[in-house]
């Protein structure tokens, strides 16, 4: 079982900085991704970015295309902590932020449904 714990969410103007961690305990498998969705009322969960681990290392990333090199996912093996760096934030980037942990999942697993933990989300709100 593994439990995840988001934070850092809050309100920012268009243009600016934020950064959500996830703080991760529990037993995973040697190889896994860690993984950031978010979600707004009425659609589904999309992919943001992921980051795999493998033997206890952070190692490959991926993003989906509407960052657009603005957000940069990280980990801190000795904290078992992921983080997510946003900038120039956007309006349409306003959403719920999750993080998931799927077991042996590559790090170009986009789909919600493959990985098996989940946060309880955090809320981040964009004003323009």
């Known amino acids: 079982q593994v439990q995840l714990v988001e934070s850092g969410g809050g309100l920012v103007q268009a243009g600016g900085s934020l950064t959500v961690s996830c703080a991760a305990s529990g037993r995973t498998s040697s190889r896994y991704a860690m993984g950031w969705f978010r979600q707004t009322p009425g659609k589904e969960r999309e992919f943001v970015a992921a980051?795999?681990?493998?033997?206890?290392?952070?190692?490959?990333?991926a993003y989906a295309n509407f960052v657009e090199g603005r957000f940069t996912i990280s980990g801190d093996n000795a904290k078992n902590t992921v983080y997510l760096q946003m900038n120039g934030l956007k309006p349409e980037d306003t959403a719920v932020y999750y993080c998931?942990?799927?077991?042996?999942?590559?790090?170009?697993?986009?789909?919600?449904?493959?990985?098996?933990?989940w946060g309880q989300g955090t809320q981040v709100t964009v004003s323009s």
């Open positions: 998931a942990v799927g077991q042996g999942l590559s790090a170009s697993t986009t789909s919600s449904s493959d990985y098996d933990y």
């Open positions: 980051i795999r681990w493998r033997g206890g290392m952070p190692s490959r990333t």
